[in-house]
């Protein structure tokens, strides 16, 4: 350290930001990114005419014109506690991006310190100090690391996105399932009434020797079946509300007093764009996550080969001091320091090699993630176009079966049948009924199962997360290779 005038610690100082500066620029070792890329169809086998569309604004719940529904979307998009736990790591991730890769290190620090003794007068020293570390990033290892943590953040904004998807996936079937079991009470109310009824006439149809002892058995035990469903349809109702209140954050049995009365089963009206294969790489959050995560593996590559060529970092320091308020010593100082990493190459080349290998299983994920959605799709699709063929199916079977009903109810009062044939009818009937509201259900479900697998809506409702800061890296499609 060497004493300088106030004009040379200025110079000093420039000296330091002057090298700072022309450092700032450096090559960075390891791959550069490119976006990952797989062979897919030009269209779904389930939907050769199908064009490209972005299903990401999609509000596709509403196509069930049920406003309830509607409203619990739109609270379970600020309520639920899986999308609260991926907003925190959204803030997570974007602090850490905020404070990744810095070069740039400034410290200050001050002292006053009183010196004297027996007949001395009490000195005042004063000091003043700034120090300065700059890192030289000279093989890109912050610049890497930047990058790596910028696409990190982009995973979880993917992953919040995602938690939307899966939230209004999982509310809608709970939905669709509440109304079903509430059906299926219903129904097993109106079974009993008509077997009740039933009940009645063969214990008229006894009095008068028109029926047997068994008959009338048959017809007590067809009414116990009854009333033996209908606890269990109601347990199943109960259970449903459970879940829609645990999936808007709420305490079990609090949705109930909302829930209650029936509205029918919720239906899809329209048929919404299916778009190609290409499209999911956009409008899917679990490829986009995936997608960031190899970016960020790339990018450790390169923070991993970085470590095994030499680093450099140029530390400075100003001072000043001064003795009962005079000015006094004024310094500065200024190095590099050299970091050579020699006996530990061993470790740093198969830190190298690793992350090399979690880079390559990161692509094996993504393209994995691809083609399970390609599927889901084409899956999905079928199942909907079958289900919506068995509804018309069902209602035929209900209506034929209740025709047969009425007619066995006119002939058994001719005595030209049985009670126990009005019996086995009333149960064909029960079975018929049961079968269509249940492929209504299915009908629903595989819609909204549909939906989910095309990656639609997570970008309607925003709530109180940060859904609308979606970064560019994570929202911009990677490319495909078309096959055939």
Not at 254 to 266: N, T, V
Not at 290 to 302: F, K, P, Q, S, T
Request: overall charge neutral; some cysteine; charged content about 20%.
């Amino acid at each position: 350290m060497r004493p300088k005038s106030k004009t040379g610690l200025a110079l000093g100082a420039r000296h330091i930001c002057i090298v700072c500066s022309f450092f700032l620029s450096a090559c960075a070792v390891g791959p550069d990114y490119t976006d990952p890329t797989t062979p897919l169809p030009q269209n779904f086998q389930s939907a050769p005419d199908a064009a490209s569309a972005n299903l990401v604004n999609v509000g596709w719940w509403q196509n069930f014109n049920d406003p309830l529904l509607n409203d619990l979307v739109t609270r379970g998009a600020s309520q639920n506690l899986d999308i609260l736990q991926a907003a925190e790591r959204v803030r997570a991730a974007e602090a850490i991006a905020r404070g990744s890769g810095a070069l740039l290190a400034v410290n200050g620090d001050a002292s006053l310190e009183a010196q004297g003794g027996s007949g001395r007068d009490t000195v005042l020293e004063r000091t003043v100090g700034a120090g300065i570390s700059f890192i030289v990033d000279i093989f890109g290892q912050s610049k890497r690391q930047r990058q790596a943590d910028q696409a990190r953040l982009g995973s979880a904004y993917a992953d919040e996105k995602f938690s939307r998807l899966v939230l209004t996936s999982n509310l809608t079937a709970a939905y669709i399932d509440y109304r079903y079991f509430q059906a299926l009470v219903a129904l097993r109310q109106a079974d009993l009434k008509s077997r009740q009824v039933t009940l009645r006439n063969s214990r008229t149809l006894l009095e008068s020797g028109s029926a047997t002892q068994l008959d009338v058995a048959q017809a007590e035990a067809s009414v116990s079946s009854a009333q033996a469903s209908i606890p269990t349809n109601q347990a199943e109702v109960a259970r449903q509300e459970n879940r829609i209140a645990t999936l808007l954050g709420q305490p079990a049995g609090s949705m109930a007093p909302e829930l209650s009365g029936s509205k029918g089963q919720p239906l899809p009206k329209n048929d919404l764009s299916i778009g190609v294969p290409a499209d999911l790489i956009r409008n899917r959050p679990d490829i986009q996550r995936a997608e960031r995560a190899l970016a960020a593996a790339m990018a450790e590559i390169g923070v991993a080969e970085a470590q095994l060529y030499p680093s450099l970092q140029l530390n400075g320091r100003l001072q000043d001091v001064s003795l009962d308020g005079n000015s006094g010593i004024n310094s500065w100082t200024f190095g590099p320091t050299l970091t050579i990493p020699i006996f530990n190459q061993g470790q740093l080349r198969a830190n190298l090699d690793a992350a090399e290998a979690r880079a390559n299983e990161q692509y094996l994920i993504w393209k994995e993630t691809v083609l399970t959605a390609v599927e889901e799709v084409e899956t999905a699709l079928q199942a909907f176009r079958k289900t919506r063929e068995a509804v018309a199916s069902s209602k035929r079977a209900v209506d034929q079966n209740q025709r047969a009903l009425n007619l066995s109810r006119r002939l058994v009062a001719s005595q030209e049948i049985t009670i126990l044939d009005v019996i086995n009818t009333e149960l064909r009937v029960s079975d018929a009924r049961t079968a269509y509201v249940n492929s209504l259900r299915q009908l629903s479900l595989n819609y909204a199962s549909l939906m989910t697998a095309l990656g639609a809506g997570h970008g309607v409702v925003v709530g109180n997360t940060k859904q609308a800061i979606t970064q560019q890296a994570s929202s911009d499609p990677a490319p495909v290779e078309e096959a055939g």
